[in-house]
């Protein structure tokens, strides 16, 4: 589950967006509802400038974390295209949404999609864009003066933070004020221990995840690897007002943390606010066994229409779905699509080979699988408190912590 804050609305969005509203008896708008704020919507404009002259104006209205409200009451306003970065509610909303045409159909069906998208042999949305979540970017500068290597194994990597703590350096950038970023680092943990049990929770139709011990052992990794003294970067008070962007910048641009963990669309954040350009590396997750595969989760934002559709509405999402559209988007960093592995920068490139390498340890993203379980409410929450009682604390707080943030979660699944 990808979420942003920020929130613009009616006219506010279009005088950002610098396309033109409905005005007296002219077409139309197409509304374009979407979850992204600053370079990523940013970019977003430049691949609607990408497609050339429309024959109606096209209305992008930022909803940040309020993007599931596109599927609300009908009225005058509604979104037309929803860019949605929780596909996990299309299964829960396809009774509002468009079916897809025979040849938009199949993208919805690659992969990890259909899962998802399709439903009862008709397709419900296009992907957009793919995010690799399990991707983490350090400063090598950082790592050379420590003498410690990206870890290919988890214990590895608690060796690694302390080393770094030990010479001085705070291990980790954690931008708890986005849950997102804490239920990520949770998959990661689940994933590259449990991949069966991750699988399961991910299809159950009633998820208790409380009652699942590998869940609870990803818990105590988790929190373990949090409350490692001098681990969080400006401790639990920074990391609970940092959302995303920050977390990076605290890396790359304040240079107080080695690393952060963070989906490739970090990367124009980290390009605009880097002091030294030169000094960007990147390792993902690595695997918590010799001999096993790396957990590699995987999310994105899928393209759905609210019916009805206006053919203005099904124009710009052919237009969209194009193969070059994203193109504008490629060119500044931080952008994946489904299925291609070149063309991007070289870390990017990387991340893009990973998600279709044979073997991996390949899941979507569980938080969003799990609908209200895994959001504000539920496991960005549960998720929250754990941090707030164990960041920096120390290995003595961890089994008492898992405890009380298990029966917080038994409180939402039931």
């Known amino acids: ?10 006219a506010a ?16 708008s197409v509304r374009v509802a979407v979850s992204w704020g600053g370079p990523e919507l940013r970019a977003f404009h430049r691949v609607l400038d990408g497609l050339g002259k429309l024959d109606y104006p096209v209305e992008v209205i930022p909803l940040g974390d309020d993007i599931s409200t596109a599927f609300g009451a009908r009225s005058g ?9 929780q596909p996990g509610l299309v299964p829960l909303h396809r009774g509002e949404l468009e079916k897809m045409p025979a ?6 069906r690659a992969r990890l999609w259909d899962e998802l998208l399709a439903q009862d042999g008709s397709t419900y949305g296009v992907p957009f864009k793919t995010a690799h979540k399990s991707a983490v970017w350090y400063r090598p500068s950082v790592f050379r003066k420590a003498g410690v290597r990206p870890p290919a194994l988890w214990e590895e990597w608690v060796e690694l933070n302390k080393a770094l703590s030990t010479s001085g350096i705070r291990p980790l950038a954690l931008g708890a004020g986005d849950g997102w970023m804490l239920t990520d680092f949770l998959e990661n943990v689940l994933l590259g221990t449990a991949p069966g049990a991750y699988r399961a ?21 988790l ?4 409350a490692a003294p001098g681990t969080l970067a400006g401790g639990v008070e920074r990391s609970l007002t940092q959302q995303f962007p920050d977390a990076v910048v605290e890396v790359f641009g304040h240079r107080r943390a080695a690393m952060v963990a963070a989906p490739d669309f970090a990367e124009p954040v980290i390009r ?3 002091a030294d350009p030169s000094d960007v590396g990147l390792f993902t997750f690595p695997a918590f066994a010799a001999g096993a595969a790396a957990p590699v989760v995987v999310g994105g934002d899928v393209m759905v229409l609210p019916r009805p559709a206006t053919d203005d509405a099904w124009d710009l999402l052919h237009r969209l779905a194009t193969p070059a559209s994203p193109a504008p988007w490629i060119e500044s960093g931080g952008f994946l699509v489904d299925g291609r592995t070149t063309g991007y920068s070289p870390e990017l490139d990387r ?6 390498a044979p073997g991996a340890s390949l899941q979507f993203d569980l938080s969003d699988r799990l609908g209200e379980l895994g959001g504000i409410n539920g496991l960005w929450r549960v998720l929250t408190d754990l941090l707030v009682r164990v960041g920096n604390r120390g290995q003595d707080v961890v089994p008492e912590a898992v405890r009380s943030a298990l029966e917080e979660l038994a409180k939402v699944e039931s």
Do not use: K, N
Request: hydrophobic residues 50%; aromatic residues 4%; contains cysteine.
């Open 1 to 10: 589950m990808i979420r942003r804050r920020v929130v613009l609305a009616g």
């Open 201 to 221: 929770l991910a299809v159950s139709t009633d998820p208790r995840a409380s009652r699942v011990p590998e869940f609870a052992a990803a818990l105590q990794r």
């Open 77 to 85: 306003r509604r979104p037309d295209l929803v860019m949605l970065p």
């Open 223 to 226: 929190a373990t690897l949090w």
């Open 13 to 28: 969005a279009a005088a950002l967006t610098g396309c033109t509203p409905d005005v007296l008896g002219l077409s139309r």
């Open 103 to 108: 040849d938009l159909a199949e993208r919805g």
């Open 351 to 356: 991340l893009a080979q990973q998600l279709v």
């Open 272 to 274: 605009s606010f880097a």
